[in-house]
C-alpha cells in the first residue's frame, strides 16, 4: 500500500501537496516528478478543480495511465486535510487525473482563513533577507524651476508607491529614498492621494558625500587621462579644461566591466557603455550629485547591508546604468547588489508625445469622471461629500489606467477633451464602485438586525455552505478569493542581481488586471441574486452563507486596492 504524505493542518496549500504526492510517486517509478505537469483549472470546474492532462506526463505513465491515478486515489486521505478538500478522483479522455474538490468544506476553510487574516490576507510574512531600498532614480535630483511635470511623472509616482506596497506586502523590509523638494511633485501626489513623494532635506553632508565620491574617482584606476583620450578622439575639443586647470575627469566603465567580468547584454548593461565624464566646469554631473545623495541616505538611514532597486524611465535607463557602475567604482559600503526596474513610456492614442501637463490631465479625469456622474445621477452631484468622491473616483481611475500595461511597455492615454470615460478610464471606477456596493450591503444589513428583521450574522462555525450551489458562487472562491495571496506573490518576481541580468521583475499590472476581473465575476453574480431577502426562516441559513462569501470577497477587493494606493470607499 502506498506511503502518505503527512499533513498536519487543514491549511495546507493543496497544489503544495499534489507536488509532494506526485514527487513521491515519481521516485517510487523512477521518473522524473517535475514532468507531470498538474493544472488548476478556471473554467468548467464541474468536471474537477484540477487535472493531469494526457501527454504531460513520462511515457511510463501515458503507457500506463491507471498507475497514477490509482496512486492518486490512494493518497485521498491525505488531499483531505488541505485547504482545498479533494472528495474523488477520476479521469476521462483529455486528462489522466480530475481532482474533485469538497466545496462546502472548501468554502469554510478560505472565508475562515480571510477572515482570520483581515487586512493582511495576501501578505507573506517577514523575509529574512537584507532591507530593500528604493531609488525614485529620475526624481532624485529634480530642479524647480525647469521642471515641468507631465502625465509621465503622474506613472512614475503611482508605480513607486504600487511597488513600495508589494514589497512589503512579500515580506520586504522596504524603504524609499526621499525624492527632490518640489512643489510640483507634492501637488501631483496630494492630487492622487500618493505616499510616495517624501522630500529630501538638503545639507552639508550631502556635499561631503559629493566631494569624497569625486575625490575617490579621480585617484581610480579607470580614470582615463586626457593624453590617452586626446589620441582615441583626435582633439582635446570634447574633453575640455575645468577652470580651476585641473583635467576633466573621465571614468573608463567599459574597462571596469571587463577587469571585473561584467556581462553586457538584453537583460545586463548595456554595451554601448564607455567612457562617462564625471565633472565639469560648473561641478559634479548629475551622476555624482545622484551617487551622493543615495550615500548620503544609506550612511544616515541604513544600519545594515541592503539591496537597492533604481526605479527609472526607459529614456534615463542608460544614464542610470552609468550611474550604478560609477557607485560600484567609488567603493560604496553596505550594498549588496543593484537592479534596475525599467518603466515605459507615456504618450498620447497614437504614440504622440503628451500634450497635456501632470495637472491638466488630472483636471482632465476628474472633469470626465464629473461629467459621467451628472449623466447619470442629475442634480445629485453637487457638494463637498461628491467633491470627495469624484476626486477619489478620478484618481482611482488614474492609478487603473497607468497600472493595467505591464511596466515596461508604454501607457497611451486618450487626452482629447471631448473624450467621455473610455474603457480604460471607466475600469478603476468600476471597481470601486463594487467595492462600495459590497459595504452597502453590509450596512444596511447591520440597520436590519438593529431593527430586528434579521438575526445577527452567525460565526463560521455555524453556517453550512452546502446552501451555496451557484456556480459563480463556486468560481468567485476558486478563482479569485482563494488564488489572491498567490497573485500577490507572483508580483515580485527577482530582486536580486545574477549574471548577466541586472533588471527586477516586479509585475505592476497583476494586481489592477485581477480587480477587474474579479468586480467583473461579483458584479455578474450580484446583480443576478438578492443576497438580502425578507427575513423567512428557512432563507437565513442561504442568506448567512452568502454574506460571509462577500464579505471574503469584500476584504479581498479592500486588500486590492489598498495594494495599489487607492483608499476604497465605504458608499457611493
Known amino acids: 500500500m502506498a506511503q502518505s504524505v503527512q499533513h498536519d493542518q487543514s491549511t495546507s496549500r493543496i497544489i503544495h501537496v499534489l507536488k509532494e504526492i506526485c514527487c513521491q510517486f515519481s521516485t517510487s517509478k523512477g521518473l522524473e516528478w517535475n514532468k507531470i505537469s498538474i493544472c488548476k483549472r478556471s473554467r468548467d470546474l464541474i468536471d474537477g478543480e484540477f487535472a493531469i492532462p494526457k501527454g504531460s506526463t513520462p511515457i511510463a505513465v501515458e503507457e500506463a495511465p491507471s498507475i497514477l491515478l490509482q496512486y492518486l486515489q490512494s493518497q485521498l486521505l491525505c488531499l483531505s486535510s488541505v485547504d482545498l478538500p479533494v472528495t474523488y478522483v477520476d479521469s476521462d479522455k483529455f486528462n489522466h487525473a480530475r481532482l474533485h474538490v469538497d466545496r462546502p468544506k472548501s468554502f469554510s476553510n478560505i472565508i475562515r482563513q480571510v477572515g482570520k487574516r483581515g487586512d493582511r490576507y495576501g501578505n507573506c510574512s517577514h523575509r529574512p533577507s537584507n532591507p530593500v531600498v528604493l531609488n525614485p532614480s529620475d526624481l532624485l535630483c529634480v530642479n524647480d524651476d525647469d521642471f515641468i511635470a507631465t502625465p509621465a511623472h503622474v506613472r512614475y509616482l503611482i508605480v513607486l508607491n504600487h511597488v513600495k506596497h508589494l514589497l512589503s506586502a512579500n515580506g520586504y523590509l522596504t524603504h524609499q529614498v526621499p525624492v527632490a523638494r518640489s512643489s510640483k511633485l507634492c501637488d501631483i501626489s496630494a492630487s492622487l492621494g500618493l505616499d510616495s513623494c517624501e522630500s529630501v532635506t538638503e545639507g552639508s553632508e550631502d556635499e561631503n558625500h559629493c566631494h569624497d565620491i569625486l575625490s575617490r574617482l579621480r585617484e581610480c584606476q579607470h580614470r582615463e587621462q586626457l593624453s590617452s583620450l586626446t589620441k582615441q578622439k583626435g582633439s582635446s575639443e570634447d574633453i575640455g579644461v575645468l577652470s580651476d586647470g585641473q583635467h576633466a575627469v573621465v571614468i573608463n566603465l567599459r574597462h571596469f566591466m571587463e577587469e571585473n567580468n561584467i556581462e553586457a547584454g538584453k537583460t545586463g548593461y548595456d ?16 551622476n555624482v550629485l545622484h551617487i551622493s545623495r543615495l550615500q ?13 532597486i533604481h526605479l527609472v524611465t526607459e529614456s534615463r535607463a542608460f544614464t542610470q546604468q552609468q550611474t550604478d557602475l560609477l557607485w560600484r567604482i567609488a567603493g560604496v559600503d553596505g550594498l549588496v547588489g543593484q537592479t534596475h526596474f525599467v518603466l515605459g513610456s507615456v504618450t498620447g492614442r497614437s504614440g504622440q508625445p503628451c500634450s ?10 476628474l472633469d470626465q469622471m464629473r461629467e459621467a456622474s451628472i449623466m447619470k445621477y442629475g ?6 461629500g461628491w467633491e470627495t468622491t469624484l476626486s ?4 482611482a481611475s488614474i492609478a487603473f489606467e497607468m497600472l493595467t500595461t505591464a511596466s515596461r511597455n508604454s ?3 486618450d487626452l482629447s477633451d471631448e473624450d467621455r470615460m473610455g474603457a480604460e ?14 459595504s452597502t450591503l453590509f450596512t444596511h444589513f447591520e440597520e436590519a438586525v438593529k431593527k430586528g428583521v434579521y438575526p445577527p450574522l452567525p460565526s463560521i462555525e455555524d453556517v453550512n455552505f452546502e446552501h451555496l ?9 476558486f478563482n479569485y478569493i482563494y488564488p489572491y495571496p498567490d497573485v500577490v506573490e507572483q508580483c515580485v518576481e527577482k530582486l536580486v542581481p545574477s549574471t548577466g541580468d541586472i533588471q527586477a521583475r516586479i509585475h505592476t499590472h497583476k494586481i489592477s488586471n485581477f480587480l477587474i476581473n474579479f468586480s467583473r465575476c461579483l458584479s455578474s453574480y450580484y446583480s443576478r441574486v438578492h443576497i438580502l431577502g425578507d427575513g423567512r426562516p428557512h432563507l437565513l441559513p442561504l442568506m448567512y452563507a452568502r454574506l460571509h462569501l462577500m464579505r471574503a470577497a469584500h476584504q479581498v477587493m479592500k486588500n486590492g486596492v489598498n495594494l495599489m494606493g487607492i483608499q476604497p470607499f465605504s458608499q457611493l
Not at 392 to 395: A, K, R
Not at 425 to 438: D, E, H, I, K, P
Not at 469 to 477: D, F, G, N, V
Open 271 to 286: 554595451k554601448n557603455l564607455s567612457l562617462v565624464d564625471v565633472c565639469h566646469e560648473d561641478g559634479p554631473t548629475d
Open 296 to 308: 548620503d541616505y544609506l550612511s544616515q538611514k541604513m544600519k545594515s547591508a541592503v539591496q537597492i
Open 356 to 365: 497635456k501637463t501632470a495637472q491638466q490631465f488630472i483636471q482632465l479625469r
Open 379 to 384: 442634480d445629485e452631484v453637487q457638494g463637498e
Open 392 to 395: 477619489g473616483m478620478s484618481s
Open 411 to 413: 501607457v497611451k492615454l
Open 425 to 438: 478610464n471607466r475600469a478603476g471606477a468600476f471597481v470601486m464602485y463594487n467595492c462600495a456596493r459590497l
Open 469 to 477: 450551489k451557484e456556480e459563480e458562487e463556486w468560481e468567485l472562491l
